[in-house]
Every structure is written in structure tokens, then in C-alpha cells.
């Protein structure tokens, strides 16, 4: 499923990732990915192909378009645990203090 472009920047930011960390796990430019999160139309698929697989191998599931809804982003499960027990332990840090 090809991605939307419109949400590779979203995705990007769920995954706390920053451009240069994204582009060096795709294996891609970072004037190229800075380009397709702008949403230029001359991105090569195959170049949109290995961004999202480098967001999904960080825990991004990207949800296709239905009759009622457009694309969207989800987390997984192992994504958001992390979340959770990050939120966890800063919560206990604050308890400290």
C-alpha cells in the first residue's frame, strides 16, 4: 500500500525520529525526505516504499484509506507500552523531587 505522503512527517514525529535519523534508517537523503514530508509530487515510490518501511520497523502502522475514513497512522502495541513505561518513569522522577 503506497504511502501518503501527507502523513510521513506525523509519522516521522511519532516515532521520535528526527530527519537525519530517519533518512540514515531508510537509506535515503535528507533533502529527499525533507522533500517528500512537503509533500513533492516528483518522490519516487520506490523512495516513499523503503521511508515507511523504515517508520514501520520503528513501530508505525499506517492504515490504508476506507469508505468513511482517510489514511491514518497507528502505533503498536510494543510502541505504546514503551510510551507508557516512559511516562511511568518520568512520573516516578517527578515523585522524587
Do not use: Y
Request: contains cysteine.
Amino acid at each position: 500500500m503506497p504511502v501518503d505522503p501527507n502523513l510521513l512527517k506525523v509519522a516521522r514525529l511519532l516515532a521520535e525520529l528526527s530527519l537525519d535519523e530517519l533518512a540514515a534508517r531508510a537509506k535515503v537523503g535528507r533533502r529527499a525526505l525533507a522533500s517528500m514530508e512537503a509533500g513533492n509530487a516528483d518522490c519516487m515510490l520506490s523512495t516513499m516504499e523503503v521511508v515507511k518501511e523504515a517508520l514501520e520497523a520503528e513501530g508505525i502502522v499506517f492504515l490504508g484509506e476506507t469508505e468513511t475514513h482517510g489514511p491514518g497512522l497507528r502505533v503498536s502495541a510494543t510502541t505504546a507500552d514503551a510510551w507508557t513505561r516512559k511516562r511511568a518513569g518520568q512520573a516516578r522522577g517527578r515523585k522524587a523531587d
